[in-house]
């Protein structure tokens, strides 16, 4: 009987190939068509039911199986606004052609490669068990899975895997922040600012003034919450009292109730400032993420999957290549980086990206996954994809998104999930309901 890594092994070209592919056609999240369309003609050809979503053409879940567990793999591949860049360690210059400076070309296709071992270990062994991959459109716009997850479709899930390029190979433990952002229109009254300033009522002061509110407000919130702010308008001329302007807001905290609770203050000192200037205020809220909820079972488990896996190596060229797009940033950012993370190895440093463990503690960042992880007991993993010390959203990442060593480092976490998968199914142990009871005490 082969086993999930045996066919992880067959399959590991069909990595590069995806990955390759959704890399050389970047797409704008929501618009993400070609992705949507090779993984469609992907899962269709490896024998899974593919179908897709009301409202949401770029959204995508393929199945296969039936019964019990459920499993399920989330797979992201928008781009970025303007990160274009070739795989080399030289600025091309993009010309405002998105580009995968957060690598979700990696993501998607490591994440549906290994469904589709899962799916032949289904099919060899003939056990029980339904593998589901979620092509989820928008994770930069903070969408799809939000949507989805409105749709009832991560409901019937036992577990639930998902992974972002990183520089180390690991379960990411670590917690993603709540989000809630909101922007704030004022209203004012227009007048000539020299000849009647007193029949003026400044939408801008109304601006300046919450923000002013905003900054004494941030000494009293909850340890681990953030405001940051962005005047989307702030009028058209100095000689204009200005009627309208406005500014965005975002509010992260580590639970979302704090978010809330932060985010309820900050009505108030919007309301203040409205108040003070004679102007009205009308608040248009964009955005509300949950924060993500760890399952320290399903992480326990994957852990000892990477360890069973061991590290990846690098070859000497990969190496010189991620060594080259380090060097190519300020020194901070590297020793920034392994300040932070702790982490013993760069990848270029002695060519291999061991496993260790980051867990605990919150990571300022926030992304749909946490709405799917308050639904089903999710994991979220990484695996070294990008130099360490490389940050996100730049064009050094997509640069790395597209190089070999990327590539490498997303085979290595599509064998993670296919083995972690594995284990999942073969337990007798009862570690699914052990998953479950930890999800629904830490909700
Ligand atoms: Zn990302």
């Known amino acids: 009987m082969k086993k999930a890594l ?28 070609f992705a949507v369309a090779l993984y469609e003609e992907y899962f269709q050809k490896q024998g899974f039911c593919v179908s897709k979503v009301e409202e949401l053409p770029t959204a995508l879940i393929a199945e296969y199986g039936s019964g019990t567990p459920v499993l399920g793999v989330l797979g992201e591949y928008d781009a970025l606004p303007g990160l274009w860049q070739s795989v080399s360690s030289r600025e091309d210059g993009s010309e405002g052609k998105p580009g995968h400076g957060c690598g979700h070309n990696l993501l998607g296709a490591a994440s549906a490669v290994a469904c589709v071992a899962i799916k032949k270990y289904l099919e060899e062994n003939q056990v029980p068990g339904t593998i589901r991959f979620y092509g989820c459109p928008a994770e930069e716009l903070g969408k799809g899975k939000i949507q989805m997850d409105e749709h009832g479709l991560f ?47 400044s939408a801008l002061d109304a601006v300046e003034l919450m923000n002013v509110g905003a900054n004494y407000l941030r000494e009293h919130i909850p340890q681990g919450a953030k405001l940051h702010y962005v005047i989307t308008n702030g009028g058209q001329a100095a000689n204009i009292v200005p009627a309208e302007a406005s500014v965005q807001y975002m509010v992260r905290a580590p639970r979302q109730a704090s978010a809330h609770d932060v985010y309820e203050r900050l009505l108030k000192v919007a309301n203040g400032a409205a108040m003070m200037t004679e102007t009205s205020v009308q608040v248009i809220k964009e955005k509300d993420n949950y924060d993500t909820l760890n399952n320290q079972v399903l992480e326990d488990l994957t852990d000892e999957v990477y360890r069973e896996c061991g590290g990846i190596t690098f070859s000497r060229e990969e190496c010189e290549l991620a060594k080259a797009l380090v060097e190519s940033l300020p020194a901070e ?24 463990l980051g867990r605990g503690g919150s990571f300022g960042a926030s992304s749909d996954v946490g709405q799917v992880s308050y639904r089903v007991p999710t994991v979220q993993c990484s695996a070294a994809c990008f130099p360490l010390g490389v940050p996100l959203h730049t064009w050094q990442t997509t640069a790395s998104a597209g190089s070999d060593f990327g590539i490498r480092g997303a085979t290595y976490m599509a064998k993670i999930i296919a083995r972690s998968l594995e284990r999942l199914l073969e337990d007798d142990t009862g570690i699914l309901q052990k998953a479950r009871q930890e999800f629904l005490a830490e909700r």
Not at 169 to 178: H, I, P, R, W, Y
Not at 334 to 355: M, T
């Open 6 to 33: 045996e066919f992880m092994e067959e399959l590991e070209k069909d990595v590069g190939m995806l990955a390759s592919e959704i890399w050389s056609h970047p797409e704008l999240g929501l618009e993400e068509t």
């Open 155 to 201: 409901n019937d899930l036992d577990a639930c895997y998902t992974w972002h390029p990183g520089s180390w190979n690991a379960v990411t433990g670590s917690k993603l922040s709540a989000l809630i952002k909101a922007e704030f229109f004022f209203t004012g009254r227009s007048a000539h600012a020299g000849a009647h300033p007193e029949l003026g009522r």
């Open 333 to 356: 950012h590297y020793a920034n980086a392994r300040n932070v993370y702790k982490s013993p190895e760069g990848i270029y440093l002695d060519g291999e990206a061991r496993g260790i």
